[in-house]
């Protein structure tokens, strides 16, 4: 399932083909570019479940990143990725050939907030995977009650949330007043109040909670940072009309302007700065 925008927190898609080859592509910069932390947190559930999985579900899939991840960490896992996006899916499945994984990735087009008999028949799962999705659906104590009945007992479920929107710039980008990314992100509430703990608690989950800080400087980033950075920082600036001073607005244009010489498209001195958070839920 992808969802809406939403300025409190979170950034959506909307719907139609071009927006959603728009939101793939920047969900796809993002698992590239924090390839370390994707790598850390499968290492981290490999090692905390047994015996390895065999079945796994990606649950609000996109176009598969958290999938692609899943799928190198668990070799002989087949994955179902569910999504309400059909265009996601499309991609995912042509992602799926290029990575040659098509034999142990399957799709599944469906709405989470319906009922799961189709997402059902591929199961039990032993791992289920919910990456930025939970705080989307409708009702989360329902859906966290389906995933619990969907896990074999001793499966594990791993719920992750973005803590703050990446920071890319220096404090001085060289174009209008310092702190401009700032502003842009206190502008738009993109600190997220999401806690899952005692709703996962109250599904019957026995919950470990676990921070992610990343920091990434331009090289280690490396050369997907500028089209990462210039993709959501443009996402930010389509909802900022009305949020921001006319300065701040005309300097972020610039930044996000490629003929310009401070242009975010080939500066050397970007970074990536965020935390994510994964509960870690165990069905007894």
């Known amino acids: 399932m992808t969802a809406h925008h939403d300025t409190h927190g979170h950034i959506g898609h909307e719907r139609g083909s071009d927006s959603d080859v728009a939101f793939a592509q920047l969900l796809e910069l993002d698992a590239e570019v924090l390839a370390s932390y994707l790598a850390e947190l499968t290492g981290l559930l490999a090692d905390l479940i047994d015996p390895t999985p065999a079945r796994v579900l990606d649950l609000g899939s996109g176009p598969g990143t958290g999938s692609f991840a899943l799928a190198r960490r668990f ?56 990456a930025s999705f939970l705080h989307h659906v409708a009702d989360p104590a329902r859906t966290l009650a389906q995933t619990f009945e969907q896990l074999r007992p001793g499966g594990l479920l791993a ?94 244009d610039i930044l996000l302007d490629k003929a310009q010489p401070n242009s975010i498209a080939h500066r050397d001195d970007l970074r990536v700065h965020t935390t994510r958070t994964t509960w870690i839920a165990h069905r007894p």
């Open 75 to 130: 070799p002989t896992a087949q994955v179902t990725a569910v999504d309400l996006s059909a265009q996601m899916l499309h991609r995912l499945r042509e992602q799926a050939a290029v990575h040659g994984v098509t034999d142990r990735i399957s799709t599944l087009e469906a709405n989470i907030d319906e009922p799961w008999d189709a997402i059902g028949a591929n199961g039990p799962y032993d791992l289920i995977w919910a």
């Open 159 to 252: 719920v992750t949330e973005m803590d703050f929107f990446p920071l890319y710039l220096p404090e001085d980008a060289g174009v209008g007043r310092p702190g401009l990314e700032a502003r842009l992100h206190a502008a738009m509430n993109t600190q997220p109040d999401h806690e899952w703990t005692d709703q996962l608690k109250n599904a019957g989950f026995t919950v470990e909670k676990r921070p992610f800080e990343i920091r990434l400087d331009h090289a280690q980033a490396g050369p997907s940072v500028n089209a990462y950075a210039l993709g959501f920082l443009a996402k930010l600036r389509s909802h900022a009309t009305d949020l921001l001073n006319a300065d701040d607005l005309a300097a972020l």
